[in-house]
């Protein structure tokens, strides 16, 4: 049997890929540390899927365990999220974010080519673009970038090119995602921060579930409509049938490919809040703080390469992704927490 392995598969992209992933019978290992995820999870994904996925609770920088990992199974393709993801925490820990993450997939792919696993998704970010001078922003953008984080990201894709420039056998799908929210539409899994959350919506829906007394606003000054930065968010389903089309286009070309993933369309920080305000009924108070080092005003997806080369495009609207998110969190005060 061949196998996709899929690292940081029990976080909240990972966990929804999964699902896709085996319902078009793909075999599929999970190898998790679980440090910012948890594995309450798997029985979910199970339920769900009505299959059940391998899982290994492990670090993508033990080689040994990686080894015996590829040694025991046979594995055609990595789907490779598994990496810390914290703006502001990467600003102030840079050291852990470049261990983990860069040192971490250069561990991964030396793996790889030993045992001549030679295709990857890599789950990038639009981060790689740092501040565009224009919008929307396509794949042949500028890289640069505004903190380690998104260094570590950019570094990562580096190193993936330049390893595929140097043995054909490679083929590298780069994916540069926005800011992915929603949940599955189940209600059953969604995303769940470890600690506060980093990212907006799962913030907003915190202090809906009664969990935060309020959100902050990082700054009102930016030079978008209302003063707040602007992102193109994105449905997480929408974001896990990209992967599995991008491991589908895995077969059918050598090389490496860079996709944009987002709508297209950009929603400031207030947007969200009174669209899910309007959508659930729920207050959602908030103050207006500094900003936080390394954002950005504005950033949206221009992502119609992925649309003619993948043929993939986003379908879910803003509406969906703030009531889908908020069954998640109304049915799941504490996250996993509640079934652990």
Known sequence: ??????????????????????????AVIILDNLSNSSRAVLPRISSL?????????????????????????????????????????STEKPLMYYENNVWGTINLCQVMARFGCKSIVFSSSATVYGDPASVPIKEDFPTSTTNPYGASKLMVENILQDLQASDPKWKVILLRYFNPIGAHKSGQIGEDPADIPNNLLPYVTQVAVGKLAQLSVFGDDYPTHDGTGVRDYIHVEDLAAAHVCAVDKLTEFSGTKIFNLGTGTGYSVLDIVKTFEQVTGEKVPYSITPRRPGDIAECFADASL??????????RGLEEMLEDAWRWQSQNPNGYADSE
């Open 306 to 315: 992925a649309r003619t080369e993948l043929g993939w495009h986003a379908t």
């Open 1 to 26: 049997m061949k196998y996709t392995l899929v690292t940081g598969g029990t976080g909240f992209i990972g966990s929804h890929t999964v699902i896709q992933l085996l319902a078009q019978e793909r």
């Open 49 to 89: 899927s009505k299959k059940e996925p391998l899982f290994v609770e492990g670090d993508i920088r033990d080689k040994a365990l990686l080894e015996s990992l590829f040694e025991q199974y046979e594995i055609e393709s990595v789907v490779h999220f598994a990496g810390l993801k914290a703006v502001g925490e």
